[in-house]
């Protein structure tokens, strides 16, 4: 798919010789072409954690991403309705779920399932209740696996939960997904080799 080769591609420039890319992209000249529209072609779930921008990992320009970013890339219902607004107005043909190693709000989750408190602050809670499905299971099945090796499991658990929810959760999509071909793919981004890891929902 053409929309996922341009951010596999962008990335591959950002984690290998960055700033050798085009500075047109995000040039006077580009923002006033885009003064009248957009025509974004890949629609971004992110996490906000302020280590993965979107643009800046996958190396694009003004006008070329829809960028939704909550921590622990959780889907709630306003982030269901910007993805729906981004692919039916502007016929956005990929969903990116990205999600990424050390993720914090991850980590937030599985310390508050091992010891459960009610020291953090309600809005912290509303993310972790969120995440929580993904990664309870994890840890009741796999309690004697390793910390580090349980964390990134349960990084990646999330990812695809939140993939699925968006698969599954709105009709919008689903019609999108089975007529139009719409992609939702999962992905991880490494803080470590600055390389996203496309993992779930990629065809052949
Ligand atoms: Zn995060």
Redesign the pocket.
Known sequence: MEALERLREGNRRFATDYRASDEAQTSPTRRRELVTGQEPFAIILG?S?ARVPAEIIFDQGLGDLFVIRV??NVVAPSQIDSVEFAATQFSTPLVVVL??SQ????LATMEELREPGDSRSRNLRSIVDRIRPAVEPLMVAESDQDPTVLAEKAVRANIQMSANHLRNGSKILEELIASEGLLVVGAEYSLDTGLVDFFEGVPG
């Open positions: 996490c954690d921590a622990g999600g990424h993720c914090g709000a991850v």
